[in-house]
């Protein structure tokens, strides 16, 4: 066995390796005992292989003592130490034992699926332990004085959950779903300003988003009037507790028109502002999409799927001005800013998470489709809830007859998925119109083909698809792209997973892989 200084991985180790981990363990369990082993030697193996940038989670298993400790020679070379006291000392004999929980529990939590997703074991929207240092005052609380109580949320209809992540066991002792928007913040986007929200829930430990798009916001003053009630989150703006300062409140997201140098000003409880009551009723209710996370669409740029666009074409379409026609026969056409939000939820592929999500692309390599795989991995379809969303949605005044904060009764909703629609409706959200999305691609070749419109369940869909352009990625800003992954993806969605899109395999002059 080398030393773990000479850099040098022996076959030995190798082999020793590969039967601790390979595919046959009971193999092993005859010749090596593999826990509480006086030395455990897949340890030393990782050591060997690592030289002296051992990590330090292999110190910290004090499975090499010497280098915790300034008096012993050597510091990585546990060869050296000989004791604690003197070098006469005997040995200690060493032990290593694993504090890991059984292999068994770990592959339980795997199977529900929900490796990512562990519900908080404290109460996620108590105050955060690392805010800055300067907040010295001891803060109670941060839960709103003012925040939906319990005993208010109970009150809504509470929609049963579409995801099954949550084994039913546990649902069934879950509390209502509470929401607080914890900070807000300006982002200049391509297509315009948003303003980013970042929540936390009592349901998972997962910070979600909510993407709010409401230029009109950044030239409010306490005491102007905006045409349209300005989308603002109602736990953000709350009196978190009797101490907070203005600077507090501004620093969390709490303030009113842009943050300057020359313009800081602190919003209050009751910023949300009723807007023109005269023209209320002819501005169109807020588009919405409850998108779910992607990293490989969104980040990557991956054609496997049609993600990254959808997040960058929801922004694009809920930034478009929105044209007020005239309310009186003496009155004007208005323009007023887009309007409206993104809810972007961590339900990283469809719900299974990661992990899967990319063993899934394996088997879809292999020839199986998108929800085949999933299954396969012993997942459903969609493992998606939206209780979430919908509070987050409460909490933005959008969409509920019953949000305290209203700011829209009703919610138009960008998507092709009638598992959302439904979902929303079951959470309280009054949804006016679903809004489809049309793959780029598609409106590309559409366009190509020189059609202008397509049927989608005998509905006629307008296509914007003329100014479409073939090259880049799909994300942020990007533009439409081919793939093979892409065609049969959306193909999936459509034929196994009931989206609403027109299916283009019909059409023998659009070309499909
Ligand atoms: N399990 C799995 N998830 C995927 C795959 N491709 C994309 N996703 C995830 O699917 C989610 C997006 O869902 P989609 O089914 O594409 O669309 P949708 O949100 O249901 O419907 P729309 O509102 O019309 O976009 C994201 O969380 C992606 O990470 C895949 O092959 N397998």
Redesign the pocket.
Known sequence: MPLPHEHTVQPSDLALLHVLTGPDPQAAKSSFARRDAALDPLLIAAAAASGPHVTRNHYHHDFFPGVMLPQAEGAWDWTKYTGEGSSTKARKHLTYVSRQAPRKQHLATMEEGKENDHPRETDPLKPANNLPPAAKKRRPSLISSTAPTNAEVKTRPRAQSVSESIPPSLNQSLPPVEVKCMARTRIPTPHGPAFLHLYHNNRDTKEHLAIVIDPAQLSETPDSLPVAPHIRSRSLDAVWNENETPMDRIIRGAYVGRLSSASQQASTPSTPNPGSSTLSSAIPPPLI?????????ETVGSM????GE?LDEAIRQISLPIVIPPISPTSKEMTIPGRGAVIYLR??????GLL??IR??NL?DLGHD?VT??LMLG?QA?E?GYEIAGAILRDLGLGGPDSLNQISGTVRV????P??VQALEKEGIQVAERVP?IPRSWQHRIAEAGGSKIEDDGQVVHVHGSSAEVSGATMISGKAVYGEDLDK?LRT?VLR?G?MLPLLMGDPAVPIY
């Open positions: 999409r409850i998108h779910s996370e992607c990293f490989t669409g496997r799927c049609d993600c959808q339900q990283e592929g469809r719900g299974i899967s999500k899934a692309y879809q998108t795989a999933n997942h969609d998606r960008l998507t092709n998925n598992d959302k999305m993806y969605k997973m989206h």
